[in-house]
């Protein structure tokens, strides 16, 4: 089925997505379950990305929802692959929006990756928004900002990672869901969650775009939905975002990487969740990137190769919304 055309009405704006470029100059590989992955040739997806992307002469911006560079990287090669790499994006006709990944913390501490990525964060934290048109706000998250990957290790963020990592998962090693059952698989050391301050700030920040009638996209390395994502590779606190992204109704979709796979889900609030296909697991001569369309009522996501076009439609009215609610279990049931 094709995606749901906007009657041919002109986009209030358009932007570039990729996510999990994971760029490393060594031999193709694969992940702990056995998937190929094609570290030299991910940074051609992103080279072909960035040459449609100036092709359309229409986008705004474009997002990077993180891991530029693999953790399989050699150290001593960590700053020139990520120097590449950013080189690759510069060479888009716009600005680029950056979100820090694990893989980005495997190879830099945080101090020196946020300048290197123009990542507008405050003591050393990566969290920002930012409004390209007066009706439309970005949230940008630090998914790692309790973590115990990139900070110091005598930080109070990487303390307070590492007691909830003993709390939650019994196994010697914390990136291992072994013995773990349902949601509980994400409490994983490679995954991170969002702090008491950033909380906050994303409270204050959705307050501040309902009150200036905005409507916001959420962007966050890890996912936020269970129904887009596999557990293992969920914010540890996705549940605690959720609730605050709740309150409000002006968040229309969150977006994500992470997890390889890609996925879409429309929460019970009718929030949409996409969690985007990485470019690393493109096979020579494949890709995996797009752009999204921004329109009053939708946000079309048009994909190229093994990124899945979406249309997302945002519930019309509160009503209609509510009756999905009461009848969504009704229609499970049917489809079973």
């Known amino acids: 089925m094709g995606l749901i055309t906007a009657q041919g009405k002109q986009p209030l704006f ?3 997505v990729i996510s999990d470029v994971q760029y490393a100059d060594i031999a193709d590989g694969r992940s702990f379950l056995g998937v190929p992955r094609y570290y030299r040739h991910s940074i051609l997806v992103l080279e072909r990305a960035v040459k449609k992307w100036n092709d359309l002469q ?13 953790g399989f990287c050699p150290k001593d090669q960590s700053l020139n692959a990520i120097k590449k790499v950013v080189s690759a994006f510069e060479k888009f006709n716009g600005p680029i929006y950056h979100m820090i990944g694990n893989h980005c913390l495997y190879n830099l501490p945080r101090e020196e990756l946020l300048p290197l990525l ?5 003591d050393s934290s990566a969290y920002y928004d930012f409004s390209p048109i007066p009706g439309y706000r970005f949230v940008v998250l630090d998914a790692y900002d309790i973590s115990a990957i990139g900070w110091p290790k005598d930080h109070p963020k990487t303390i307070e990672a590492l007691r909830l990592l003993k709390e939650k998962n019994p196994n010697t090693d914390k990136n291992s869901p072994v013995g773990l059952e349902g949601l509980e698989r994400r409490f994983l050391m490679f995954n991170g969650a969002v702090g008491k301050e950033q909380l906050q700030w994303l409270d204050n920040v959705l307050q501040d775009a309902t009150n200036s009638k905005q409507k916001v996209m959420v962007c966050c390395h890890l996912p936020l939905d269970p129904g887009a994502s596999t557990s293992e590779a969920l914010l540890w606190n996705f549940d605690e975002v959720m609730d605050v992204i709740h309150r409000y109704k002006c968040v229309k979709v969150c977006f994500g990487g992470h997890d390889h796979k890609g996925g879409h889900s429309v929460d019970s609030h009718g929030v949409h969740h996409r969690v985007f296909e990485a470019a690393l697991e493109c096979p020579p001569n494949t890709d995996a990137f797009g752009y999204v369309d921004v329109y009053e009522d939708r946000i079309s996501l048009v994909g190229t190769d093994r990124m899945q076009s979406t249309d997302m439609v945002f519930p019309p009215w509160p009503v209609l919304l509510a009756f999905w609610e009461i009848a969504q279990p009704d229609f499970q049931s049917l489809a079973a």
């Open 14 to 16: 358009s932007f570039g």
């Open 58 to 70: 229409k986008l705004s911006f474009a997002v990077n929802f993180g891991d530029i560079v693999d």
């Open 118 to 122: 123009k990542i507008p964060g405050h």
